[in-house]
């Protein structure tokens, strides 16, 4: 009988962590038709205690190499993501920016947003393999620009550590607070002191433009921190990727 009760005990607990992981077949399944039709950029791998996560490194194309650029996609996407993140990662590198977009955790379609929020325990060994990654390299000027939920996971990563070497940080699309502190992006932004742009579009989701005055109101003692409405783009910035590029190049290279 106890041993019967000890494996469903175990059988429990397996079940409670797969539920709080990342979903690993899909990483897989996206990274194998990534790696397959790559065209701009390379593929690397950065090898976790349980798993390998994909990353695509793109050089810059210019002469004059400004830094590096950690691109972090939305909820249950990729790095290779064609809004916003394959822009961002393809064309910042003509304007001297590399860039290294990250596969951040995922979980099945169905998912909900607040499903997420176990992952948030996932995120810093991935960023903190990204940062890695760039000054093996050579770079030390090194950013991150974020998607939606990637945003959200980047502030809760930069509020934990304060002693980080990323210089500046573009929130694109950064939703506002949630019941679990981990995704409250207020409690983050508080605590964040590096230059921050929060970029939202005008035809943005309910959520994030009701919360657009929490966020700048949160992020006040941080004097580096702006915020900017983008006229007539949505969450995805269809039909906005040069402006999108545009606005995180002059920001990044200003501040």
Do not use: C
Not at 46 to 65: C, G, M, Q, R
Not at 66 to 89: F, M
Not at 115 to 137: C, G, H, M, S, T
């Amino acid at each position: 009988m106890k041993i019967r009760m000890s494996l469903v005990f175990l059988f429990m607990i397996n079940i409670a962590f797969a539920a709080q992981a990342s979903d690993l077949a899909k990483e897989k399944r996206w990274a194998d038709q990534i790696v397959d039709f790559l065209i701009d950029g390379e593929a690397e791998w950065f090898n976790l205690s349980s798993h390998k996560v994909l990353a695509i490194y793109t050089e810059p194309t210019i002469d004059e190499v400004k830094g590096a650029v950690i691109v972090i996609h939305g909820s249950g996407v990729h790095p290779n993501w064609q809004e916003v993140v394959q822009p961002l990662r393809t064309q910042l590198p003509e304007k001297g920016w590399a860039t290294l977009a990250i596969q951040m955790p995922v979980l099945d379609n169905d998912a909900d947003y607040n499903d997420y929020a176990p992952l948030f325990d996932e995120v810093a060994p991935r960023i903190d393999a990204a940062i890695k990654n760039l000054q093996n390299k050579g770079f030390k000027n090194i950013n991150i620009v974020a998607h939606s939920l990637g945003s959200a996971m980047s502030a809760y990563y930069l509020s934990n550590h304060k002693s980080t070497v990323i210089k500046r940080f573009v929130a694109v699309g950064m939703p506002g607070p949630r019941v679990d502190e981990r995704m409250n992006t207020l409690k983050a932004l508080q605590k964040i002191n590096i230059p921050v742009l929060d970029l939202y579009g005008e035809k943005d989701l309910d959520s994030i433009l009701e919360s657009s005055k929490q966020r700048e109101d949160a992020a006040s003692p941080n004097k580096k921190y702006s915020q900017k409405q983008v006229a007539g783009a949505d969450h995805f910035f269809v039909g906005k990727d040069d402006e999108l590029v545009s606005l995180v190049t002059n920001w990044l290279n200003k501040n």
